[in-house]
């Protein structure tokens, strides 16, 4: 062996902090009638199903069962459909015990982004019931990407994601968010890169039942993510260009799947997992920080709150030059704009935006003023540490926020 050689095998490792990363789950299906791959999936014989009563009652886990069926071995299955909304930690530990007491080998999470993010949860608790009784706010701090070896799940209960939504892309994090109301009514963000599903099915006949005004909010939702990952402060080479196929398959689909048109449906269920393998490796900024916040407190869908907010945010943020060069870029990559301009890519979003029938204003959203007044300031100040607001590449004050909010919920 050559000095040489010698000398870069002893080197020390590089800290796994001070590298980049890129990761989606080890296995993707999509197209029509991927679920089928549940019929051949190796090494499962009881799987507990994760979803809630709509779609339940839509007869989707039947379909899955279907395949499950068709298996040369049997395997038994166990239905959880408490998941609802805005998913919490009590919702979560029914689950774990129905889990426990099942001797589930597979979690099957069928649903929108809370149900995959509710099956998260039961799927680490379930390895590591060491876990179980912490507050979510201590937690949070632990299970970072920093010690991404501490908490391994996989080794003993696989994961599948089936989004029935096309909008959050949490088939392909290493996110959940949770609440945790017994504890104060907050949204507590959890990472882990073993958190990143085992098998992720993009099956567009999963997503034939979603209403239109479902269909826009979660469109919406997706092209959001998509503007925010690629100027969040870890975007990459590897983010940027999956950033801007998303946008492009938004303005190309959303309206045709808002429509009904399968294709179109197709295209968007795609899109919002594209963008999902993007955000999970950029991470996000201030309109999704703003949008949870603000869906949590209103009870308000987040997708819709993401399209009212995108185009206020995005002002907010191309003050900062090197924020304008990317929106002009990116506009005009994803042929969406004629010119290199960020104010055309702000005014073809907003132009979108208004094709669907996204309010322009919060206050269009029917949030009563006085409350929102009265709320405000608080809003501002829990914003200031959510993990993606720590992501928005222009730097803001609590001041900057609340006049961010005043504006969004009046208008210019």
Known sequence: MSDESKTQSTEPETPLGEVRWFQVPPKIYFENDS????????????????TDKTIRSLGYVTKVLFYLRRRQKYCHSEIFSKVDTH???????????????FNADVIVALGGGSVIDAAKMIWLYLEH????????SNFTERVTADNVDKYPVGEKIQFVAIPTTSGTGSEMSNTLYLTDLKNGKDVYSILSFDLTPNVAILDAQMAVSQSEKLVADSGVHVLSNAIESLVARNSSDYTVGQAIQVIELV???????????????????????VCGMAVTNSHLGLC???????????????????GVLLPYVMRFNERFEGVSNIYARAGYSSCITETKSSAATIKAVEDLLSRIGIPRTLKECGIDEKHFIAIVDDLAASTLTHGSALSNPQPFTKDDLKALLLTAYHGK
Do not use: W
């Not at 019931?129 to 979510?136: D, F, N, W």
């Not at 920080?289 to 819709?304: C, M, T």
């Open 35 to 50: 679920i089928q791959y549940m019929e051949k999936m190796k090494g499962i014989s009881r799987a507990f199903f994760v």
């Open 87 to 101: 998913p919490d930690l009590s919702v979560v530990m029914e689950g774990v015990t129905e889990a426990k007491r």
């Open 129 to 136: 019931p060491e876990l179980i009784g912490e507050k979510l």
């Open 251 to 273: 303005f190309g689909n959303l309206e045709l799947s808002i429509g009904g048109d399968r294709v179109g449906r197709e295209k968007m269920h795609n899109a919002a997992s």
């Open 288 to 306: 999704h920080a703003l949008a949870v916040k603000l869906g949590l407190v209103l009870n308000f869908h987040r997708g819709r709150l993401h």
